[in-house]
T-cell receptor, first 114, second 111 residues
């Protein structure tokens, strides 16, 4: 069974631009969560989608948004990019919301904002 | 609010045991997890423990949970250079809606 895939793997954008990241979960998984990983803040929860509905959201500004499609694939969008948005964005999928919530992570998309 | 804290670095010699510690604040946490992240990769689940257990062993890994002190530890026996990675402690609430991760402990294994 294929693992979680994320595209693109690397991205360089300029301040003020917007970006869309994509995540394809493991087949059969309906829950997709997004995390931002930075050296200073560690791993921070962005949001979780289950069956196309956002079920939980972290403490990020409205510039960060996401959606999930009927095939469980998910995208996250960041508008008006800031330098501080440079990070590794990780997507994780799980079969359901548990508990326990066993999450399978993708390799991440490394976003650099210049 | 929920918070998970870990020490940032740990250095051990190959063959020794490693103990990575974690404290959490959410008393409603039902499951606690240990994930491993190798360079350039996402996180990989190593093991998890239900909050009504105090110990779980899985090959070289031993998880100890002190629920009263909200303290979780991961012991890696006979640590190998391939164990060098970042280890994340995490907790999830009753519904499993949200998982909160610690900042990660970077384990260095010296040959």
């Amino acid at each position: 069974k294929a693992g979680v895939t994320q595209t693109p793997r690397y991205l360089i954008k300029t301040r003020g631009q917007q970006v869309t990241l994509s995540c394809s979960p493991i087949s059969g998984h309906r829950s997709v969560s997004w995390y931002q990983q930075t050296p200073g803040q560690g791993l921070q929860f962005l949001f979780e989608y289950f069956s196309e509905t956002q079920r939980n959201k972290g403490n990020f500004p409205g510039r960060f948004s996401g959606r999930q499609f009927s095939n469980s694939r998910s995208e996250m969008n960041v508008s008006t990019l800031e330098l501080g948005d440079s990070a590794l964005y990780l997507c994780a999928s799980s079969m359901d919301r548990g508990p326990p919530t066993v999450q399978y992570f993708g390799p991440g998309t490394r976003l650099t904002v210049t | 609010g929920e918070d998970v804290e870990q020490s940032l670095f740990l250095s051990v010699r190959e063959g020794d045991s490693s103990v990575i510690n974690c404290t959490y604040t959410d008393s409603s946490s039902t499951y606690l997890y240990w994930y491993k992240q190798e360079p350039g990769a996402g996180l990989q689940l190593l093991t998890y423990i239900f909050s009504n257990m105090d110990m779980k062993q899985d090959q070289r890994l031993t998880v100890l949970l002190n629920k009263k002190d909200k303290h979780l530890s991961l012991r890696i026996a006979d640590t190998q250079t391939g164990d060098s990675a970042i280890y994340f402690c995490a907790e999830s609430d009753t519904g499993g809606f949200k998982t909160i991760f610690g900042a990660g402990t970077r384990l260095f294994v010296k040959a």
